[in-house]
C-alpha cells in the first residue's frame, strides 16, 4: 500500500511539474510572439544622420560662409520634414557645423546660424517648435579631414541626432 501511494504521489508530482513547464513556455512564447508583432524602428536615440542612423534623416550642407539654404538643401530638408511628420514622437537636435577656415568664435555662430535656419524652415513646414533644439559645434567635428574642397565642403553641413521617440 506504501508503494502505491508513493508511485502515486510521484506520478502526481511529475504531472504538475510538466504542467508547470509547459505553462511557463506557453507564456514565454506569448511574450515572444507580442514583442515579435511590435514594430521595430530603424533608429534610436542619440542615432544621427552624418551615420545614417537616424531613420531618412539626411544631413544638409552649405555653402562657404554661408547659412542660406540652397535648393538642395531645401529639397532634402522637405523629406526629412516627410519623416518628421510620420514619426511625430521623435525629436531631434539640429547640429551646425563649419570647415577650418575661420576663427572658434566665427565658426561657432556661424554653425548656430546653420542650425537656426534649419530649425526655422522645419517649424515653417509644420514640425513643432518644441521638438527641435539646436546646438553649434563650429569646427570641432569635423567629418571631412584634409585641407580641400572636398573636406571642407563635407564639413559645412547641420546634422540631425534622435533626442528622443
Not at 547659412?67 to 518628421?84: K, P
Not at 518644441?130 to 569635423?142: A, L, N, Y
Request: charged share 20%; with cysteine.
Amino acid at each position: 500500500m506504501l508503494k502505491k501511494l508513493a508511485l502515486s504521489l510521484s506520478v502526481l508530482l511529475t504531472l504538475m511539474l510538466a504542467g508547470c513547464g509547459s505553462n511557463a513556455k506557453k507564456a514565454d512564447d506569448a511574450a515572444l510572439s507580442a514583442a515579435d508583432a511590435m514594430p521595430q524602428s530603424a533608429f534610436e536615440v542619440n542615432s544621427d544622420s552624418d551615420s545614417m542612423t537616424a531613420g531618412s534623416l539626411q544631413t544638409v550642407h552649405f555653402a562657404f560662409n554661408s547659412s542660406a539654404l540652397s535648393d538642395d538643401t531645401r529639397n532634402a530638408l522637405d523629406a526629412n520634414v516627410g519623416f518628421l511628420s510620420e514619426n511625430a514622437n521623435v525629436q531631434i537636435q539640429v547640429e551646425g557645423h563649419c570647415d577650418e577656415r575661420g576663427s572658434i568664435q566665427y565658426n561657432l555662430a556661424l554653425g548656430e546660424r546653420r542650425a537656426k535656419a534649419v530649425r526655422d524652415y522645419l517649424i515653417a513646414k509644420g514640425i513643432p517648435a518644441e521638438r527641435i533644439t539646436t546646438v553649434s559645434f563650429g569646427k570641432e567635428k569635423p567629418l571631412g579631414f584634409g585641407h580641400d574642397e572636398m573636406a571642407w565642403g563635407k564639413n559645412r553641413r547641420a546634422n540631425f541626432v534622435i533626442t528622443a521617440l
